[in-house]
């Protein structure tokens, strides 16, 4: 098809500012200044810290949650044990299965994704044809490339394997506009809202703002979007600079949901729960990303092409759509707590997941370990056609140096048979308490440390034929 034409489309985010403060009379008491105390030179760590990941590795982890003293992997809800059926034990771990309906409808599905193809210039949903690669703009903060890293992991998270966008390790020259952005980027920029090019009197207070440039082609009685070419965004850094991270990163995925095509927002009234909602709500979504908006990006990149006119957002072209999804989860107790994980599949993507205690300390600061340590437990996933897959998982761990190796073996289908030739193993890296693959078969790895002296770990794998959790303790 010719490509005749390309559009940029504005698209807006408005939110509320909360604040509190307070008055009085009279100056503040001022304390006596208490003398300097003797100057402590720190001891040297007993173990070199790793590098840090490089970003374009990081956004491939699946996200981290840091919830009230429990850490939570991946972006499912760990299922209610009373709505499973407890089917056996494997390697010390009480394995438990079941569907549990945890999913939107297909009219939910419909009623997100129509508006997204209604534009006042084109027509179509503006969808990328391959992954786009994310790249923030040169003189970026290390804080601030960390907040799009996570936006990115959580939007991963609930794209097909094939759709996930990519992170750019290089800066991307400062846009003057999304003109200026290459075919197949997205380029995130934090400066003041006065700054943003070409919108410095939005006429409202907005914290971030996506322009996006749409390939289309001339009809009789309308413009056809064709797909996205590219889109910039911009986050206000003078208004995000007073936010915690959680809220900063909920901005950027909600600007990254603009960028993947679906331009207008969602209505409050129909979905009050939706991160494409016009406001920043003052209770952020558990992930940061609701259901619904999770479900719409699976249909977009999975079941409607890009350009997809309004009246080809159906249920017949949607095809099949499940609310109920197929779940495998594990439990394991250690002291003060328990360590959980799964996977669950629905629509044809499985998702794994992994929560438990969250250590006070890094794991190389734990007295009680020296020379190695080892873990052992299972591992239960799910392939994409619903096949629930059950193995063991071991990890041994050098204290010396913070790498390890992570194995799982014996791998089979619950129903019988082996899977694949049965074994993958991955060597990887500890930083602080997580840990990575940095090397051995294909797939990534995001694991973690679990209780007061870590007792136990956990963590998921994530391959086009197999998400898994995993877990186990010392």
Not at 129 to 147: C, I, L, M, N, Q
Not at 166 to 188: K, L, N, Q, T, Y
Not at 344 to 353: D, E, H, I, K, T
Request: charged share 20%; aromatic share 6%.
């Amino acid at each position: 098809m010719k490509l005749s034409g390309c559009l940029c489309a504005a698209i807006f985010i408005v939110a509320p500012l909360f604040g509190c403060g307070g008055g009085g009379s009279g100056a503040p008491a001022v304390p006596p200044t208490p003398p300097a105390p003797p100057t402590v030179m720190p001891a040297p760590p007993a173990v070199m810290p790793k590098a840090p990941l490089p970003s374009s590795e990081r956004a491939a982890q699946a996200p981290l949650f840091d919830s009230g003293g429990s850490l939570h992997i991946g972006l499912v809800d760990a299922p209610p044990s009373a709505r499973l059926q407890k089917t056996g034990e494997r390697n010390g771990v009480e394995v438990s299965q079941g569907p549990v309906r945890d999913g939107s409808g297909a009219a939910d599905v419909l009623e997100y994704l129509r508006p997204a193809t209604v534009h006042p210039e084109v027509t179509g949903l503006a969808t990328f044809p391959r992954p786009p690669t994310v790249r923030v703009v040169e003189g970026t903060s290390g804080k601030y490339t960390g907040y799009a890293v996570r936006a990115v992991q959580i939007i991963n998270a609930a794209l097909p394997h094939d759709a996930r966008i990519a992170f750019g390790d290089a800066p991307a020259p400062d846009p003057v506009d999304v003109a200026d952005v290459p075919r197949g980027s997205i380029h995130i920029e934090f400066i003041p809202q006065a700054q943003w090019p070409g919108e410095a009197d939005l006429g409202r207070r907005a914290v971030g703002h996506t322009q996006s440039r749409i390939i289309y082609t001339p009809r009789a009685q309308r413009n056809e979007v064709v797909d996205a070419d590219a889109s910039h965004i911009l986050i206000d850094s003078g208004e995000v600079r007073h936010f915690s991270e959680e809220k900063t990163v909920y901005v950027i995925v909600h600007e990254l949901l603009h960028a993947l095509g679906f331009s207008g927002h969602t209505d409050p009234a129909r979905f009050p729960d939706a991160t494409l909602n016009p406001n920043v709500p003052r209770n952020l979504p558990p992930f940061l990303l609701s259901l619904i908006d999770r479900d719409a990006l699976l249909a977009a990149y999975e079941r409607f092409r890009p350009g997809a006119l309004p009246e080809e957002i159906t249920a017949g072209n949607l095809g099949p759509w499940d609310e109920t999804s197929l779940h495998v989860r594990g439990d394991l107790e250690i002291p003060g707590g328990a360590v959980s994980f799964g996977a669950a599949v629905r629509n044809g993507l499985a998702q794994p997941w992994a929560s438990g205690p969250e250590p006070p300390r890094e794991l190389a600061q734990n007295p009680e370990l020296s020379g190695s340590a080892a873990w052992s437990g299972a591992l239960l996933g799910m392939t994409p056609s619903g096949q629930a897959v059950v193995g063991d998982a071991g990890l041994t761990v050098n204290l010396d140096d913070l790498d390890g190796q992570l194995d799982f073996t014996d791998m089979q289908f619950d129903d019988g048979g082996m899977w694949r030739d049965g074994d993958l193993g991955y060597s990887v890296e500890v930083r602080g308490n997580v840990f990575t693959r940095s090397g051995g078969d294909a797939g990534e790895v995001t694991g973690a440390f679990f209780g007061s002296r870590h007792e136990g770990m956990g963590g998921v794998l994530e391959r086009s034929d197999l998400s898994a959790g995993f877990g186990g303790k010392r």
